[in-house]
């Protein structure tokens, strides 16, 4: 994993929020007041974010008192309370917005993958993002993923080799692609998998026929035409099935015997969830 500072991406997030000052509590709340607010559920689903708001408070104002009653991963419905926060009525208003932002979208995203982890439940298949995420938010999505259940995919292009449609095309074919990919690896003494993606059996064929990978994605297949790519493979590689794959279909691609399905949606189609953070 490409090296990711959490109170890096903290400072950064409090300096585009606060600027040069949080001017409306600076304004009209005495830099003695003290006071409590407790963050609610107005909705349902799996709430992650926690122990990423216990960094944002304590990196906005260490003396700031957090009482949790619910941790990441907690199917939570509406009514429920998470935690409340005690000190500084300026730093909490400081706090507010970023911790809300980062906790509603990231509990949406844990919501939303473990709907798609229960939907294969008892298949044997796995739930994988992609790096269809949001700049600069990407390890913190990614990190919603896996309270959600999901398997992370790669991080980024350095993590992985992996050759899509327009790599294999760009290159002049499945097998340049794949040849080309196993020469840089070792020239330039990575330790990294290659995965292909193919759009037909034709292309998987060909795949079968070099080898030299570690894992094939199906691009698009019907659950019947990765039925048939799955038995071709017979488990010599690994087996991803990805291309619009929703709710409602997943589980008839995860019984093909497929080993991943990436789902984009997780980090894109996602609707946050309602959470608030009200004085006491």
Not at 206 to 216: C, Q
Request: net charge negative; hydrophobic share 45%; proline share 2%.
């Amino acid at each position: 994993m490409f090296p990711f500072s959490l109170d890096k991406f903290i400072e950064d997030i409090l300096l585009e929020d606060i600027g040069t000052g949080d001017h409306s509590a600076l304004s009209c709340i005495p830099a003695t007041a003290m006071g409590k607010a407790r963050l609610l559920v107005k909705d349902t689903g799996i709430l992650a974010g926690v122990e990423l708001a216990q960094h944002i408070f304590a990196k906005v104002d260490p003396n700031l008192q957090i009482t949790l009653f619910l941790n990441d991963g907690t199917a939570v419905k509406h009514g429920d309370v998470v935690l409340t926060v005690e000190g500084s009525e300026q730093s909490i208003l400081q706090a507010e917005r970023i911790v809300l932002n980062c906790m509603q979208r990231m509990s949406a995203i844990a919501t939303l993958t473990h709907q798609f982890v229960q939907a294969i439940a008892g298949t044997g298949a796995r739930i994988l993002d992609t790096r269809k995420t949001t700049p600069g938010f990407r390890h913190i999505e990614k990190w919603a993923v896996r309270i959600g259940g999901g398997t992370n995919h790669r991080f980024g292009l350095y993590d992985m080799i992996m050759i899509k449609d327009n790599h294999h095309d760009f290159c002049g074919g499945v097998t340049k692609a794949i040849e080309r990919a196993n020469a840089y690896i070792a020239e330039k003494k990575l330790n990294i998998k290659i995965e292909i993606e193919v759009r037909n059996l034709a292309e998987l064929q060909e795949v079968l026929n070099i080898g030299k990978v570690d894992r094939i994605m199906f691009d698009n297949f019907t659950p019947q035409l990765m039925l048939q790519a799955v038995a071709m493979v017979g488990g010599r590689f690994e087996t991803e099935a990805s291309g619009g794959i929703t709710l409602d279909t997943v589980r008839s691609y995860a019984e093909t015997g497929v080993d991943f399905v990436s789902v984009g949606a997780l980090t894109h189609s996602y609707k946050s969830m309602d959470l608030s953070l009200k004085a006491m």
